[in-house]
């Protein structure tokens, strides 16, 4: 059981697991929060179109996914509008642009693809060591901005009305928040993939928000069961050889439904 | 008395339907205004103005200078988010959030002054609770306290008896008496009576202004505003809102 860790890809994996993890406890709430979880779906699938001209230019797919997630999420945080139901549909068309830019320029890229579908639904086990490097960067980024603007972006989560009354830069930390959003998804997309980057940002909030209603807390127990749910998966995968992003997922899933069931069922009891 | 917050001249309107038109008022030290008008006249949307949330489309609105940064305001009940988990205590703590202070950690002070509003409004024992398991009237004081921690020179609130019941509103009216005493305070209300012993003017509000002192309304200025005939009655002789009519 030890000796599996000596492997390199296997540390890799648990380093990547832990990485996603912490920005996902960081990210998440505010994510689950303020209803943002369709816009990380979108920003998520735009991630694709960085992959495909990537893969087309013959660089690190990964690079190209975080700049167009970068940019996707600075333009809608530019454009943003204050009715949410067009905000709605320019999210929509973003998602669905994003994934027909990738198809565009794979299909233009002379030869087979075979590490896309890596990026569409995650393998934590071929992560390699210079993608954990991009990773520990992102995270390092995500984690000091959160302490840095920790009151402000609670502030616009609880009330954007009254942070406005208060004169905070509003608009500015919807940015950036939108912009951590972008980073964190890099960070996941190696995890769990494009598709699932979602269940990531949320299961982990969800099963939290079971067991606490302070948001600190919420926030240091999405850590924990992230790192939790990536490692069961992982050793999951590893021995039954499913696919390792779904196992992550479906790990989160039913360990969301223990804890909801087993609460349900306490309070029929009491 | 001093002039706290001198509105000039504002015009504003969502899209291209204008909802206020030249509006002119005169916020002074002390002050007790209650803004009255029927939905969508805009009473909301100039308290929003007066607060910096929305910038007007002409006119203009000059503070003291000292008092910019200390307004305070009491949302409508629904306006922040219910999804978002926190107790009481961290609720009001926001409330001393402002531009020049919100990279920084709280001070010792925020939280000592945050328990010592906590306790004035009867919330101490409250204060790791989650906001969504208060009564309205206790989330009422939770609202009141955050805008209280910031120091406010002029209080806005809005709609404030909206969501509480009647023995929480004489509370409400019994400590904004109290408070009046030290701020302004500016209350947007369809309902008026609870207010009728205290307030000193009235500002009617239906695109325009119509500005009274206590009074001084009578049913004719109400119909001017509402667009037809109303009936307002302030329970309880001497304190009728209106004269007779």
Redesign the interface.
Known sequence: MLNILSYEFMQNAILAGIMASIVCGLIGPFIVSKKMVFISGGLSHTAFGGLGIAYWLGINPLYGATVFVLLAAALLGFLKEDRTDKNDLFIGVLWATGVAIGIVFIHITPGYAPDLMTFLFGNILTVPRSDIFVSFILVMIVTLSVLIFFKGFVAIALDEEYAKARKLPVRALNIGLLLLTALSIVTLIQVVGIILVIALLTIPVAIASELSANFKQIMVISILLGILICLAGLFVSYFIEFPSGASIVLVGGALLGIVKGSKKLLEIRN | MEKLIEIRNISFGYDNTPVLKNVDLDIFEEDYILVIGPNGGGKTTLL?LI???LEPWDGTITFRKDIS?R?G?V?QYS???K?????SL??VL?GR???GN?????KKEDIEETEVILKKLNLYDKRNE?I??LSGGQLQRVLIA?ALV?DPAVLFLDEPTASIDITSQTNLRDFLDELNKKMAIVVVTHDPTPFAQTYKHIACINKNIFFHDRGELDSHALEQVYGCPVELLGHGIPHTILKRH
């Not at chain 2, 999804?83 to 107790?87: A, L, Q």
């Open positions: 929003r607060l910096g949330i940064e307004l305001y949302p306006t922040f988010n999804n978002f988990p926190i107790t961290d609720m926001t959030i402002s531009s919100f990279l920084r950690k709280y989650n969504n398991d955050r910031s």
